[in-house]
Structures are given as structure tokens and as C-alpha cells.
Nanobody
Framework: QVQLVESGGGLVQAGGSLRLSCVAS????????KAWFRQAPGKEREWVAS????????YYADSVKGRFTISKDNAKNTAYLQMNSLKPEDTAVYYC????????????WGQGTQVTVSS
């Protein structure tokens, strides 16, 4: 069992920045990767970025490449998402997700944190 808690969301103007944090607790000794997803009203949840916990390899959706940066602190069991040059279309609830193994799925999710970007 893994518990994930996101924080750092808020209201910003277009072009601004936010930094999201995801703190994990529980069975964190088995962590293969963590990821950020987002879901806007009326839309499907979409993947934003992922990071390998051991090697630090990062992956991004095309829509956020060059603007968002995912990072981690293994000792603190924390993942971060630095969001720069925010656009109104980035407005969504952002979720942190945990993946235990290379062959598994993202099966633990945080409660979500609201990010709103005004035009």
C-alpha cells in the first residue's frame, strides 16, 4: 500500500510558474517510477510526465516538453513537477501516480491538486 499526497497547486496567470510536489508514504521500498497525470473537466485523464526512480530517466508528453520538468528526491520519497510558461490549457487537476515494477501499471494515485491558469 502506497499513499501519495500532492501539493503546490493554485491559481496563476498565463506565463507564470508553479511547482507541484508528491510525497509518498507506506510501501515505498518498491518504487519503479512515478508519474504526473492531469484531468480537465469533461476530458479523459492524460499522462504528463514520468521519472524512473533508480536511474532518473524522464519522459514527457509533447504538450509540455520544454515547459515542464519532473524531478525527484529518493531520500524524501518525493516527486516534483516544475511547470513554467503555463497556458490556460494547462488548467486541470494534477495527480501523482506510483508504479511498483517495470511490468506493472500505475496503481496508486494521489487525491489531486487543482491548477488553474488564467488568461
Amino acid at each position: 500500500q502506497v499513499q501519495l499526497v500532492e501539493s503546490g497547486g493554485g491559481l496563476v496567470q498565463a506565463g507564470g510558474s508553479l511547482r507541484l510536489s508528491c510525497v509518498a508514504s507506506g510501501r515505498t521500498f518498491s518504487t519503479y517510477a512515478k508519474a504526473w497525470f492531469r484531468q480537465a473537466p469533461g476530458k479523459e485523464r492524460e499522462w504528463v510526465a514520468s521519472i524512473r526512480w533508480s536511474g532518473g530517466n524522464t519522459y514527457y508528453a509533447d504538450s509540455v516538453k520544454g515547459r515542464f520538468t519532473i524531478s525527484k528526491d529518493n531520500a524524501k520519497n518525493t516527486a516534483y513537477l516544475q511547470m513554467n510558461s503555463l497556458k490556460p490549457e494547462d488548467t486541470a487537476v494534477y495527480y501523482c501516480a506510483h508504479r511498483a515494477t517495470s511490468s506493472g501499471d500505475y496503481d496508486y494515485w494521489g487525491q489531486g491538486t487543482q491548477v488553474t491558469v488564467s488568461s
